[in-house]
């Protein structure tokens, strides 16, 4: 079974600053890993995924996230934050099976201070 | 394109109360899930369907049922509301592959508040 552990609920950082969300997986075979986030009052967007090939993988937004199997991490980076980035952010796994049930971290509450 | 919408949106019921959640998706998805947010509990699956007339239990099934009403419709069933029910809900889609990766698309939501 896959499971998920998202090592902070909440990151208060200042805007403009840096930021990294922290995510680590657990599988027995081989994942697929991404990135949601959900904005206030809304539903979830996939905001980036991997699925193969290079580690590095980038959203449209700024953020990018590098797939490290040797320690089974998919963190969350942004070198400066808005305050539109206030979100909560789910890291999430699948094994791409047919029925494709996805498993979600607990979330990452993502607090951007003026 | 509505994508996946989700009726009602605000929901009060007294325990022992019934109600049906309803969920549609105009994207021709084949698959279609029905999941919980509770605080610092992230997403659980309640129940999914791979397919029209196929339905299968999730992480949390216990309390609810599901109809798979056609291709374009799921619909979450709580006979008897108890206030451990209390949550947001989500229905999802997604296409239907024989395997890779198959992006889920959300609805809005609905807030159930049980009394």
């Known amino acids: 079974a896959q499971s998920v552990t998202q090592l902070d609920s909440q990151v208060p950082v200042f805007e403009e600053a840096p930021v990294e969300l922290r995510c680590n997986y657990s599988?027995?075979?081989?994942?697929?890993l991404f990135w949601y986030v959900q904005y206030p009052n809304q539903g979830l967007q996939l905001l980036l995924k991997y699925l193969s090939g290079s580690t590095l993988v980038e959203s449209i937004n700024g953020f990018e996230a590098e797939f490290n199997k040797s320690q089974t991490s998919f963190h969350l980076r942004k070198p400066s934050v808005h305050i539109s980035d206030t979100a909560e952010y789910f890291c999430?796994?699948?094994?791409?099976?047919?029925?494709?049930?996805?498993?979600f971290g607990k979330g990452t509450r993502l607090h951007i201070l003026p | 394109n509505a994508g996946v919408t989700q009726t009602p949106k605000f929901q009060v019921l007294k325990t022992g109360q019934s109600m049906t959640l309803q969920c549609a998706q105009d994207?021709?998805?084949?698959?279609m899930y029905w999941y919980r947010q509770d605080p610092g509990m992230g997403l659980r699956l309640i129940y999914y369907?791979?397919?029209?007339?196929?339905?299968d239990k999730g992480e949390v099934p216990n309390g609810y049922n599901v109809s798979r009403l056609n291709k374009r419709e799921f619909s979450l069933r709580l006979e008897s509301a108890a206030p451990s029910q209390t949550s947001v809900y989500f229905c999802a889609s997604s296409e239907a592959r024989t395997g890779g990766f198959r992006e889920q698309y959300f609805g809005p939501g609905t807030r159930l508040t049980v009394t």
């Open positions: 369907s791979a397919s029209e007339g196929t339905t």
């Open positions: 599988s027995s075979v081989s994942v697929y």
């Open positions: 999430a796994v699948s094994t791409g099976s047919l029925d494709d049930k996805i498993i």
């Open positions: 994207m021709n998805h084949n698959s």
